[in-house]
């Protein structure tokens, strides 16, 4: 019998270096104990120098699950995980997949109770603002079940990167200090915890989200143990939020209906002034009739309508931008908005008709963000981009332009199927499945520029790269 101590927080790499050991020496799981006491051990360590060297492979999901078995505060967890090492060394590799065994089934629940515990964790701690020593720092107290503290730790790194702070519990300390992660020995229970203005914040947060009439008391207690309530704040309104659940859920049957969300109305109005013209039946009358359809990709949810593009059937120019934005979405035509303005102006001063080019976009639909009462813009990603070529292609097909002007890395995107450098690649022709494609700038960089001279210059070498397409209109 052999007896291996490990430190209560034993690492994994620290159980993973026992465990070789004991198996290398063939000790079968009935004859190791693995102690966490600090009394000395009463039988002789596993020594560096004993045992064979041990070639073994574990399959990941053991390693996985051993991660969080060792986090579990039962007694039995290092027992447990070496008999499992045991018959995985003894063949038995696809164990814990296996319902039916006890021990994998044991394992399974340890770790289930530990991500549990790590979600408690990142849902229940309240952060309470102190000055220590002249620096804020934002300090909780946090009860977990087991030893989850270098599990749970990356999690508030995350969210919480820009503040110093430190969360103290009874098996150890994890604090941040802007650039590592420090953790330290376990914390004695403050006598009060949180801070009266936070407080406030978290109580007016709950009673707010608080919904009555999906009240569920027994789930509510399951899902958030008594056991943190003392840390949060918002936890002391409960009873009173509880006994006055059925009179809310009452009055609330009984208010008028919620306003319909930011937009409908004004979105519903522009659509009801415009119903969808069904045009002559050319490929292109056809095209804006079919993309109204479109469900390719989840951009059509929030947009107002599909943008197809516009000109003649016959264009021997066409321009492509990325998406429609605020402006093109609300009317339903591309480039009117302020990057259209700019566009505008460049073709008037090189001498394209607008009238006479066809002008489009790689994306069909907006891709935006809700801020306030505003529509922020949000570049579309290369699926969307991919799955709307159908639509681009389609109109290449009807139009057959002899040169295609690509407004910048999405239109390409779009064109080629390929990510373009631009700033290299502008002002040049290039072919693309018998394609000629000109590459240049798209408008809205020459608004985003913050610098008046540089903005100058580079809306003078976006109209000279549509000088390029003019002459190449002439000469083709
Ligand atoms: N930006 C684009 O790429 N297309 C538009 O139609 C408007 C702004």
């Given at each position: 019998?052999?007896?291996?101590?490990l430190p209560?927080?034993?690492?994994?790499e620290?159980?993973?270096t026992a465990?070789?050991?004991?198996?290398?020496?063939?000790?079968?799981?009935?004859?190791?104990?693995?102690?966490?006491?600090?009394?000395?051990?009463?039988?002789?360590?596993?020594?560096?120098?004993?045992?064979?060297?041990?070639?073994?492979?574990?399959p990941?999901s053991?390693?996985?699950?051993?991660?969080?078995?060792?986090c579990?505060?039962?007694?039995?967890?290092?027992?447990?995980?070496y008999?499992?090492?045991?018959?995985?060394?003894?063949?038995?590799?696809?164990i814990?997949?296996?319902?039916?065994?006890?021990?994998?089934m044991?394992?399974?629940?340890?770790?289930?109770?530990?991500?549990?515990?790590?979600?408690?964790?990142?849902?229940?701690?309240?952060?309470?603002?102190?000055?220590?020593?002249?620096?804020?720092?934002?300090v909780?107290?946090?009860?977990?079940q087991?030893?989850?503290?270098?599990?749970?730790?990356?999690?508030?790194?995350?969210?919480?990167?820009?503040?110093?702070?430190?969360?103290?519990?009874?098996?150890?300390?994890?604090?941040?200090?802007?650039r590592s992660?420090?953790?330290?020995?376990?914390?004695?229970?403050?006598?009060?915890?949180?801070?009266?203005?936070?407080?406030?914040?978290?109580?007016?947060?709950?009673?707010?989200?608080?919904?009555?009439?999906?009240?569920?008391?027994?789930?509510?207690v399951a899902?958030?143990?008594?056991?943190?309530?003392?840390?949060?704040?918002?936890?002391?309104?409960?009873?009173?939020?509880v006994?006055?659940?059925?009179?809310?859920?009452k009055?609330?049957?009984?208010?008028?209906?919620?306003?319909?969300?930011?937009?409908?109305?004004?979105?519903?109005?522009?659509?009801?002034?415009?119903?969808?013209?069904?045009?002559?039946?050319?490929?292109l009358?056809?095209?804006?009739?079919?993309?109204?359809?479109?469900?390719?990709?989840?951009?059509?949810?929030?947009?107002t309508?599909?943008?197809?593009?516009e000109?003649?059937?016959?264009?021997?120019?066409?321009?492509?931008?990325?998406?429609?934005?605020?402006?093109?979405?609300?009317?339903?035509?591309?480039f009117?908005?302020?990057?259209?303005?700019?566009?505008?102006?460049?073709?008037?001063e090189?001498?394209?008709?607008?009238?006479?080019?066809?002008?489009?976009?790689?994306?069909?639909?907006?891709?935006?963000?809700?801020?306030?009462?505003?529509?922020?813009?949000?570049?579309?990603?290369?699926?969307?981009?991919?799955?709307?070529?159908?639509?681009?292609q389609?109109?290449i097909?009807?139009v057959?332009?002899?040169?295609?002007?690509?407004?910048?890395?999405?239109?390409?995107?779009?064109?080629?199927?390929?990510?373009?450098?631009?700033?290299?690649?502008?002002g040049?022709?290039?072919?693309?499945?018998?394609?000629?494609?000109?590459?240049?700038?798209?408008?809205?960089?020459?608004?985003?520029?913050?610098?008046?001279?540089?903005?100058?210059?580079?809306y003078?070498?976006?109209?000279?790269?549509?000088?390029?397409a003019?002459?190449?209109?002439?000469?083709?």
């Open positions: 019998m052999l007896t291996v101590p209560d927080d034993c690492t994994p620290a159980f993973r465990a070789r050991k004991c198996l290398a020496q063939g000790l079968q799981p009935d004859e190791v104990i693995f102690s966490t006491s600090s009394t000395p051990s009463l039988f002789e360590e596993v020594g560096e120098e004993s045992g064979s060297k041990l070639d073994m492979v574990v990941r053991f390693l996985d699950m051993m991660r969080k078995v060792l579990h505060s039962a007694s039995d967890r290092f027992a447990l995980l008999r499992l090492l045991w018959r995985i060394r003894s063949g038995e590799r696809h814990l997949g296996n319902v039916a065994d006890r021990e994998a044991q394992a399974s629940r340890y770790a289930r109770a530990v991500d549990k515990d790590v979600y408690r964790m990142h849902a229940y701690v309240r952060f309470a603002e102190r000055e220590i020593d002249g620096k804020n720092l934002f909780a107290w946090h009860e977990p087991h030893r989850i503290l270098q599990l749970a730790a990356p999690f508030f790194m995350d969210r919480f990167t820009n503040m110093d702070w430190l969360i103290a519990t009874p098996v150890g300390t994890v604090a941040w200090d802007g992660l420090l953790f330290g020995p376990p914390a004695i229970r403050p006598s009060r915890t949180g801070d009266e203005v936070l407080d406030e914040v978290w109580r007016a947060y709950y009673r707010t989200t608080f919904n009555p009439a999906r009240l569920r008391v027994k789930a509510m899902q958030m143990p008594k056991q943190h309530w003392a840390t949060m704040p918002e936890t002391a309104q409960i009873p009173e939020l006994k006055t659940a059925s009179l809310r859920t009055a609330m049957g009984e208010q008028p209906p919620d306003a319909p969300p930011r937009f409908a109305a004004t979105l519903t109005e522009r659509l009801a002034e415009k119903p969808h013209e069904v045009g002559d039946g050319t490929p009358d056809l095209l804006r009739g079919q993309v109204q359809t479109c469900r390719s990709c989840p951009l059509y949810g929030p947009a309508q599909p943008v197809l593009g000109g003649p059937l016959n264009a021997a120019i066409m321009f492509v931008g990325e998406q429609p934005g605020d402006h093109e979405d609300l009317t339903g035509k591309p009117v908005g302020p990057a259209g303005q700019v566009f505008d102006r460049a073709l008037a090189v001498g394209i008709e607008r009238s006479k080019a066809y002008v489009t976009n790689a994306v069909k639909h907006f891709k935006f963000e809700p801020r306030g009462k505003r529509r922020i813009h949000m570049k579309p990603s290369a699926g969307e981009v991919s799955k709307c070529r159908f639509w681009l389609r109109e097909a009807a057959k332009p002899r040169l295609i002007v690509a407004l910048g890395a999405t239109a390409m995107l779009g064109l080629t199927g390929r990510a373009v450098p631009v700033t290299k690649e502008r040049r022709i290039l072919s693309s499945n018998s394609l000629s494609i000109l590459v240049t700038v798209h408008p809205s960089y020459l608004l985003r520029l913050p610098d008046a001279d540089l903005a100058a210059l580079e003078k070498r976006f109209v000279e790269d549509l000088r390029v003019k002459r190449q209109l002439g000469t083709a």
